[in-house]
């Protein structure tokens, strides 16, 4: 069983910067893919980025391909997301999740996930 638990979520203006945290407990996450996926209000969730331990392969959605990065310290357990020149439209809660796994390439469906943190707010103001 792996738990997870989100940070860094708030309040932040338009081109503003963020760095989310997402740190796994239970078990070590070396041969896990670990990934992002946020909610907005009224929509489905959706991918945002995830990686591969096993490669560090990184996949990031188009919508915030060059705005985001993804990195994490297996040492720690965690993931951080980068979130830099935000916009209103990234408003939106961010869950982590992790599956087990020595994967080449990190999934990209929710479905393809086992664990899930309880998320973190987002809220980006123009």
């Known amino acids: 069983q792996v738990q997870l638990v989100e940070s860094g979520g708030r309040l932040v203006q338009a081109g503003g910067s963020l760095r989310l945290s997402c740190a796994a407990s239970?078990?070590?996450?070396?041969?896990?893919?670990m990934g992002w996926f946020r909610q907005a209000p009224g929509k489905e969730r959706e991918f945002v980025s995830a990686?591969?331990?096993?490669?560090?392969?990184?996949y990031y959605a188009d919508s915030v391909k060059g705005r985001f990065t993804l990195s994490g310290d297996a040492a720690k357990a965690t993931v951080y997301l980068q979130m830099d020149s935000l916009k209103p439209d990234d408003t939106a809660v961010y869950y982590c999740?992790?599956?087990?796994?020595?994967?080449?390439?990190?999934?990209?469906?929710?479905?393809?996930?086992?664990?899930w943190g309880q998320g973190t707010q987002v809220t980006v103001s123009s």
């Open positions: 990686m591969s331990w096993f490669t560090s392969n990184t």
């Open positions: 999740a992790a599956v087990p796994g020595a994967m080449y390439y990190p999934p990209v469906r929710e479905n393809e996930y086992a664990y």
């Open positions: 239970g078990r070590t996450v070396n041969g896990y893919a």
